[in-house]
């Protein structure tokens, strides 16, 4: 049982196909071999890419074959993709098995091993796999021109979207036909029942009485019921005939294309994307050495072959844009179009046109500063990417373009000259840093003078915004009532550097980061505790990449360290969250989980969250205090921005809804308990400042309060030394 694979071929129909077939392959290496040599002429990327290659082939491999990111937020997606892809493998594969046979054991050895129970298998197996991938194009298409998805327009979206797809459908269905003309004119042999896709269009053909060459001729005389069609070449085999070459043409043609075409190509640049991917990416950003070489976006050959590679492996899915805070608050923003603006640019480039700067102002350049300037750098765009685009390195890229060709905002200017001059990004006395103490019943101690257990950075807001304020004092008698050893830097202690760098002042973090680690120095403590998870990612993932041997003898920077900081780990970094509940857990904290009754929702902070894939630590604190969790439906890894990141803090945009306006209209309309959520607590001072805005801007003051996860745990702790002084005087 077996089938012959070249059925109704001539002689010198098998030369003109298997010349094609050179042809083809020739176009197709040729197009690699191009692409490859564009990425050869980036830089070089900042971090190991290829590092353990044989485990990162691997790691690839289960994500791109488990299709395990395109399932997330988005089940028909997920399953549509996961059809087509597996779908493809298998035909790829089942070709691959024949061409293995003809050419390599049957030429070589004399072997074949395509037939009996193997054929039968391999057959079921094909047209099984064939017909997912054909439901999987027919979802895309159901997608693409019945739904109209949003997502998967935009104006990038071209001709090539369209010829790719089609194409694809046109190789599914135009298989199954062949094989159904096959099956019709050898017979209709019963083993061939395995194929039962192609024996259900063979029985069709059979019912609606489709000629062939037998029947046609019929005792040596035509068969009248035939006579016309006979006159017209129409037979079974004919269409077999013409069917073959068209699946085989457009088979080559597909191959040819792939590398030649940005939507194709997806389908190597994707796994390549994955191989090479950052597992840190965006939570740390590349460094820029001392002498400032190629650290920015003055041309496109600035761009690393990684951040071209990224561009190239962009499927045009949209699904970075559905996330993005900025592209929903209608800030010139999406994601998206940043990587493809880039690739058209640098493929217009590469066809002779014209040079033009990549960044400015006015619409004269690829990217405008505006679109820059809106990023929160919230890391959701990547989080949602299917094949590990990197857009916060490229974007980083920009703004520090921005930033060295002062195009930044005004605002954003004076937040570098208030750092620079006081160390704060409020501008002011950095003797008043540990001023928000002086309400305390108890005094803080000072790291610098005494040994810690932990060495709390308390950060900018809760040292000198009013509001954030309260919530230092609440983190303050936390630690005092568990009884822990713990100290501040006071006017020692300056900016923490994450968001200036994310808007491109990459020097003054540099500063910033070399003042701190010279401090700490002369410290004596176990544990770095952040108030503010900006902090805490910069301290854990950004401090110790920098090279500060680079930059300890430029005399403008204010420091003479030249150490690589904390880089085996030996010293923890905590967001203080995680450094409370260990004390919960250990029992320290005298609660109970009955004290407090509210209902309550909690924000997911990007910086701890999406960065650092800490969600359950603020959770568990919660529930600590007897309060009832409400999940938002965007929460966890689908949290949405506040909007203070990336510099947006301090800019102001004309935007509708603010992010924060809209993050607290989902927690009172979308959640479970709506209205009847009484508290919308944070874990981050930004957070807190930002929701405290869109409270009043949105109209909903008299409808919920802005509480830090610190201020329930310090009301639940009076609630419960409450019950305890009443239980006392009963």
């Not at 690839?60 to 089940?75: H, S």
Request: glycine letters at 8%; one cysteine or more; a negative charge.
């Amino acid at each position: 049982m077996s089938r012959e694979t070249y059925l109704g071929l001539g002689g010198v129909e098998y030369v003109l196909f298997y010349f094609l077939v050179a042809v083809t392959l020739a176009v197709f290496a040729y197009g690699v071999y191009r692409r490859f040599s564009r990425y050869t002429e980036g830089d070089d990327d900042p971090f190991a890419r290829i590092d353990e290659l044989p485990d990162r082939i691997v790691s690839a491999a289960k994500i791109v074959v488990t299709n395990e990111k395109q399932f997330n937020r988005d089940l028909y997606g997920g399953l549509m993709h996961s059809f087509i892809l597996w779908g493809f493998l298998t035909l790829f594969i089942a070709t691959s098995i024949i061409a293995a046979e003809q050419y390599g054991t049957e030429l070589l050895l004399g072997l074949t091993f395509w037939e009996g129970d193997f054929y039968l298998t391999y057959q079921f197996i094909v047209d099984a796999m064939g017909l997912l991938f054909v439901v999987g194009i027919g979802m895309a298409l159901y997608r693409r021109y019945w739904v109209q998805n949003h997502r998967l327009w935009g104006r990038h979206t071209s001709n090539e979207d369209d010829v790719f797809i089609w194409t694809l459908f046109g190789l599914g269905v135009g298989g199954f036909l062949l094989e159904g003309f096959r099956i019709y004119i050898s017979g209709m042999p019963s083993h061939e029942v395995v194929s039962f896709v192609g024996y259900g269009l063979a029985m069709a053909f059979d019912t609606i009485g489709l000629p062939t060459t037998g029947a046609v001729l019929e005792s040596g005389a035509l068969n009248p019921d035939y006579a016309a069609v006979e006159q017209l070449g129409f037979n079974a085999e004919t269409l077999h005939w013409l069917t073959w070459w068209s699946h085989s043409l457009l088979a080559l043609f597909f191959i040819a294309w792939i590398p030649h075409a940005g939507k194709p190509f997806h389908m190597l640049s994707s796994f390549a994307n994955v191989v090479t991917r950052d597992e840190k990416a965006g939570r740390r950003l590349p460094n820029v050495p001392s002498d400032l070489d190629a650290t920015n976006a003055e041309s496109i050959d600035d761009f690393t072959w990684k951040e071209i590679l990224d561009q190239d492996a962009c499927t045009k899915c949209g699904r970075c844009s559905s996330v993005c805070p900025a592209k929903a608050s209608n800030r010139p923003l999406d994601p998206r179009d940043v990587i493809l603006d880039l690739r058209k640019y640098r493929e217009e480039l590469d066809a002779g046109g014209e040079e033009k700067p990549i960044i400015a102002d006015g619409g004269t350049s690829v990217i405008n500063t505006e679109t820059m300037e809106s990023c929160m750098a919230c890391m959701a765009c990547m989080d949602a990417c299917p094949v590990e685009i990197e857009h916060l390195q490229s974007f980083t890229r920009l703004q520090r373009q921005m930033t060295d060709q002062g195009d930044v905002s005004p605002s954003m200017q004076d937040v570098f000259q208030n750092v620079m001059q006081n160390g704060n990004t409020f501008g002011d006395s950095p003797r008043n840093r540990g001023d928000w103490s002086d309400d305390l019943e108890f005094d803080v101690p000072d790291a610098r003078e005494e040994e810690v257990d932990y060495l709390w950075y308390v950060g900018d807001f809760p040292s000198y915004d009013e509001r954030n304020k309260q919530v230092a004092r609440s983190l303050a008698t936390i630690l005092k009532e568990a009884d822990v050893s713990f100290g501040i830097l006071f006017d020692d202690e300056k900016y923490d550097g994450n968001d200036i760098r994310r808007v491109g002042e990459e020097l003054l973090y540099v500063e910033l980061a070399g003042h701190h680690v010279e401090t700490w120095e002369d410290c004596e403590f176990d544990t770095i505790v952040c108030t503010d998870p900006h902090s805490y990612n910069t301290f854990k993932n950004e401090y110790p990449e920098v090279n500060f041997d680079e930059f300890s003898d430029d005399p403008m920077m204010p420091f003479e360290y030249d150490e690589q900081w904390n880089e085996d780990g030996e010293i923890e970094v905590y967001h203080w969250t995680q450094a409370v509940e260990e004390l919960v857990n250990e029992g320290k904290l005298d609660l109970n989980g009955t004290e407090l009754d509210y209902t309550v929702t909690y924000h997911d902070p990007c910086h701890l969250g999406r960065y650092n894939d800490e969600y359950e630590a603020p959770r568990e604190l919660i529930k600590a205090t007897g309060c009832e969790l409400d999940e938002m439906p965007r929460n966890r890894d689908n949290s949405f921005c506040c909007g203070g990141g990336g510099g947006g803090l301090w800019m102001d945009f004309e935007e509708e809804p603010k992010p924060s306006e809209e993050r607290i209209r989902e927690a009172l309309e979308d959640t479970d308990a709506g209205r009847g959520v009484e508290k919308f607590v944070v874990a981050c001072p930004m957070c807190m400042t930002m929701y405290e805005d869109g409270r009043k801007t949105g109209g909903y003051e008299d409808e919920i309060e802005i509480v830090d996860v610190a201020e329930l745990i310090v009301e639940a702790i009076g609630a419960e030394e409450e019950a305890d002084l009443e239980i006392a005087a009963d």
